[in-house]
């Protein structure tokens, strides 16, 4: 018999939430074929479950620097810090769609067991120590999020978005996947710690390396959702079950930040001066056209899927600088934006009902004469997005202009600023309607408590994190140390 080594049983060890969680939704998923519509809370309940047994793991986990299973797995306080917003993220996005699913009937298994395996997708990403476990996690991030899409079997809607979704995301992970073999075939490894020794100054010389970023940058600009590679989004958004654009809103960003964060800055962090000049050209973009389209747009969920579009551009621009600061900056503004991409989507889920959707902006006007409470909660979500002081949002984009100055690139600070002034417009509108319009709409704000409790809290975060920001700009800090 041969015997387990001791670094594999730590490497295994400290994989311990990805091994539960894995576990765990697979003990969700048996479970759920037994159980009939009517007991289908328990499938709620244990998803739940895995994802509250998954954090406590992580807490229990040492926080140490740690590279395992032959460099394919790495821990660390960034990876710990993404997870740990993931099973949050995830969590709420379970409570606030749990009524909305029983009310249309689609409080099914299969929506919080492919969220589940999109969350382990996140985890393997965020951990990723190479380009192909990086690759892997990817592709069961993307695979659950297609079928999400679909969830809804009987919206032809839906089924039209999820194909748009999949062809398209497909040509994206072909185009990322044929990168990385270039990368491969220039540095003859997958390991990004070796890739980032292996290369040097003379890099920038090799076309073939430059080529090979050429494919990783368009895969990753993609997932992302940046212009030139965004169209999917307005329509994916749109035709979505609103429980799933929450969801494909808000966790998937900790995702990609996570790719980037891997691949750009620790893999190709010797190349910045290559990748720079892609990631400004989209980031610019992105905020430009996210912000102009933005304001034509009656429909919610489309006009937050612009405002997705115009603040993933701000986190490119964290990254542009490839500094220490900003990366933090961007990370700080992932985070901040999650909270709010949460809350937003949350209140059209509130203002929904059966056979109605309350997706338009016409179908919030006269709300603070309806319910007051919610109509502030929105505003907090609003021009926190739009960047208003005192919110979060605010701070948030204040870092990362602040790391766009340090490095010199004060046109660019002022360029984003500008167009921040345009996309506030979008937000206020929203705002307008809600206290300054008659309500179309008398019907009474219904919910669970625990829908409306949560909602509150998320709403007030979005303000606290403005007003005392601190405590999580020094935890980003420390996870990127």
């Known amino acids: 018999m041969t015997a387990v080594s001791p670094s594999y049983l730590h490497d295994l060890a400290l994989s311990l939430p990805e091994v539960f969680l894995l576990g765990a939704t697979l003990v969700v998923l048996f479970v759920d074929l037994f159980i009939s519509q009517p007991h289908r809370q328990l499938t709620y309940l244990l998803s739940l479950l895995t994802l509250l047994g998954t954090v406590v793991l992580l807490v229990a986990v040492p926080e140490v620097h740690h590279v395992g299973f032959s460099g394919m797995y790495v821990t660390d306080g960034f990876a710990r810090l993404i997870k740990l917003m993931t099973a949050g993220t995830v969590a709420a996005a379970f409570l606030y769609s749990r009524d909305y699913l029983m009310k249309r009937g689609l409080f099914r298994g299969e929506y919080f067991v492919l969220a589940l395996f999109a969350t382990l997708g996140i985890f393997v990403m965020a951990s990723a120590g190479n380009l192909l476990t990086m690759y892997l996690g990817i592709e069961l991030l993307a695979l659950s999020q297609y079928a999400l899409v679909a969830f809804d079997r009987d919206s032809p809607i839906a089924a039209e978005s999820a194909m748009k979704y999949f062809v398209l995301g497909a040509i994206a992970s072909g185009v990322l996947l044929y990168g990385i073999s270039i990368i491969y075939g220039v540095t003859g490894t997958f390991d990004l710690s070796l890739l980032a020794q292996r290369l040097d100054a003379h890099a ?193 984009k204040l870092y990362v202009i602040q790391a766009l100055v340090d490095v010199g690139l004060t046109w660019l600070a002022v360029v984003a600023v500008l167009f921040s002034v345009v996309g506030a417009f979008y937000y206020l509108r929203v705002v307008k309607a809600m206290f300054f319009d008659a309500p179309v709409d008398n019907a009474p704000v219904g919910g669970a408590i625990s829908f409306k409790l949560l909602l509150s809290l998320n709403g007030l975060a979005v303000l606290a994190l403005g007003l005392m920001n601190t405590p999580l700009v020094e935890l980003v800090a420390k996870a990127l140390r």
Do not use: C
């Open 204 to 396: 920038l010389t090799q076309v073939g390396l430059l080529f090979g970023l050429a494919f990783v940058m368009a895969g990753v600009a993609f997932k992302f959702g940046a212009v030139p590679f965004h169209m999917w989004i307005p329509d994916v958004y749109h035709g979505a079950p609103t429980s799933v654009t929450l969801f494909l809103g808000a966790a998937p960003k900790l995702a990609y930040f996570a790719l980037s964060f891997r691949v750009l800055a620790q893999g190709l962090g010797s190349m910045a001066s290559a990748w720079q000049g892609m990631v400004m050209v989209l980031a610019v973009l992105s905020i430009a056209v996210g912000n102009v389209v933005a304001v034509s747009q009656t429909n919610l969920k489309r006009m937050l899927a612009y405002s997705t579009i115009s603040n993933v551009g701000f986190i490119l621009l964290g990254f542009l600088t490839a500094t220490p600061f900003g990366y933090r900056a961007a990370l700080l503004y992932t985070i901040t934006y999650v909270l709010m991409a949460l809350g937003s989507f949350a209140m059209i889920i509130l203002l929904s009902r059966k056979d109605f959707e309350a997706d338009q902006i016409d179908d919030f006007k006269g709300l603070a004469q309806r319910s007051p409470w919610f109509a502030w909660m929105m505003l907090f979500f609003m021009v926190g997005t739009a960047g208003v002081p005192p919110f979060a949002g605010f701070f948030a």
